[in-house]
C-alpha cells in the first residue's frame, strides 16, 4: 500500500515516518501526477494560505478533488484540515471544499499557542498524544460527518466517509496508531464514493 504525503510545505518527513510504522511505504507527493500511482493521500500541517496557493500554482485542486471523488482516502492534518473544509470562517475562500465542516483558523490562538494532551479517540483502543500547533477548530459539521473526538467540547477529529481530518499533529509523536487508522480506512475503502 503507498500514501503520498502532499510535500508543497509543511510536516513531510514526518507524515512519511509515520506511515511506514504503520506498515505502509509513504512517498512525497510533488507533483500531480504521482497520485495515480497512490492508495491514500495525506494533506500535511503548514500554513493553509500558503498550501491553498500552491495547490492552484501546480494543479493540485482538480487532482485530488478528482482522486477524492473515486474513492481515495484523504487525511487532513492541522493545516490539512483547513484545506479540506468547504467553510472556512472570517470569508475565506475553501481550497479543495471535500469535507462537510467548517473551522476556525487559529482558533486557540490568544490563550494558547501550541500544546499537547492525551485525546480519547473514538476508533481508537489507546488514548492519543496529540500536538496542537496554531491549531484551527472544527465548528460546524453536515449530518455525513463523525466527530472522533473533541478537546473542551471542540471538535478536532473528524471523519466523512472515506475523508479524515485532525486539528492537531499526529505525525509528532512515536504513536502512530491514528496513521494505522487511516491506512484501515484505506483497506476497507469505507465511504467510497
Ligand atoms: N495556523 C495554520 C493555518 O491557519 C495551521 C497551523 C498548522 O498547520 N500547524 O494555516
Given at each position: ?193
Amino acid at each position: 500500500m503507498k500514501v503520498g504525503v502532499l510535500a508543497l510545505q509543511g510536516a513531510v518527513a514526518e507524515h512519511i515516518r509515520s506511515i511506514e510504522r504503520a506498515g505502509a511505504e509513504g512517498v512525497a507527493v510533488k507533483l500531480p501526477e504521482q497520485l495515480s500511482e497512490l492508495d491514500g493521500l495525506i494533506i500535511p500541517g503548514g500554513e493553509s494560505t500558503t498550501i491553498g496557493k500552491l495547490m492552484r500554482k501546480y494543479g493540485f485542486i482538480e487532482a485530488i478533488r478528482a482522486f477524492a471523488a473515486q474513492g481515495h482516502p484523504v487525511f487532513g492534518t492541522c493545516a490539512g484540515l483547513i484545506v479540506m473544509a468547504k467553510e472556512i470562517e472570517g470569508g475565506e475562500e475553501p481550497h479543495l471544499a471535500l469535507m462537510d465542516i467548517q473551522v476556525s483558523r487559529n482558533a486557540f490562538g490568544r490563550q494558547r499557542e501550541s500544546f499537547e494532551t492525551d485525546l480519547d479517540v473514538k476508533g481508537l483502543t489507546q488514548p492519543l498524544r496529540a500536538v496542537f500547533i496554531r491549531a484551527p477548530l472544527i465548528t460546524a459539521v453536515g449530518d455525513q460527518v463523525d466527530v472522533l473526538s473533541t478537546y473542551k467540547e471542540e471538535i478536532v477529529t473528524a471523519r466523512q466517509g472515506h475523508l479524515l481530518v485532525s486539528s492537531f499533529h499526529p505525525e509528532l509523536t512515536d504513536d502512530c496508531s491514528l496513521h494505522a487508522y487511516f491506512l484501515e480506512m484505506i483497506k476497507s475503502k469505507a465511504g467510497a464514493v
